[in-house]
């Protein structure tokens, strides 16, 4: 990266082509606009989502209906401010109904957007919520409740999955799981 350019700047050069995305399906289903990601392009902390919903498609920011302001009390509850850490999905695009994104539209968009922002960031730890988007990230089919909490790496970060807030808010039980594995993911960022 040449150092006069920022993060932010690069981040701004890798949306640019993409705000009209049509290289994958959804581009044709009726989303409002790509989700890009919102935070400090800086941060040492990344969550990754599956993908937006309805509140996200019409606000064009991630994490912003009824579980992103369930995740955002859990975060504040542990002392972590969004506008600190980055938030992203790993599809940026709304799938109708907010159906599970298919393979084609997961490949497409982690290749082209995803991966490109963690090079750019280059977070020292990275918190999945729920399979989707730790699958994009490890490329293979896993089930979250096995490893949740785990510590797992991707390049040069350490990634900690957890389940996505949207489940945790139907299954209370979990709720001390989830708090728990994003207090350890985010506690790996204040170790050297």
């Known amino acids: 990266m040449n150092k006069k350019e920022s993060k932010k700047s690069l981040l701004e050069k890798l949306y640019e082509p993409y705000i009209k995305c049509l290289s994958c399906p959804l581009g044709f289903l009726g989303r409002k606009q790509v989700v890009f990601g919102a935070g400090n392009p800086d941060a040492e902390f990344m969550i990754i989502g599956e993908a937006p919903g309805k509140d996200e498609d019409e606000k064009g920011i991630p994490f912003v209906g ?6 955002t009390n859990i975060l504040s509850s542990l002392g972590i401010k969004r506008e ?6 790993s599809v940026k695009c ?4 907010n159906r599970k994104p298919k393979p084609i539209e997961v490949d497409t968009c ?20 729920g ?8 490329e293979k089919s896993i089930k ?9 790496f991707f390049n040069s970060s350490t990634v900690i999955p957890t389940y996505h807030p949207a489940y945790v808010m139907r299954n209370k039980k979990m709720l001390p799981f989830f708090i728990e594995d994003i207090q350890r993911a985010y506690s790996l960022c204040n170790k050297k």
Do not use: M, W, Y
């Open 110 to 129: 982690k290749n082209i957007l995803l991966f490109n922002q963690i090079d750019i960031i280059k977070p020292k730890v990275i918190c999945t919520l």
């Open 94 to 97: 709304r799938p109708p109904e």
């Open 66 to 71: 009824r579980s992103g302001k369930f995740l």
């Open 131 to 138: 399979s989707s988007s730790l699958e994009a990230l490890l």
């Open 144 to 152: 979250i409740s096995e490893i949740h909490g785990s510590l797992l």
């Open 84 to 89: 600190n850490i980055f938030i992203t999905n």
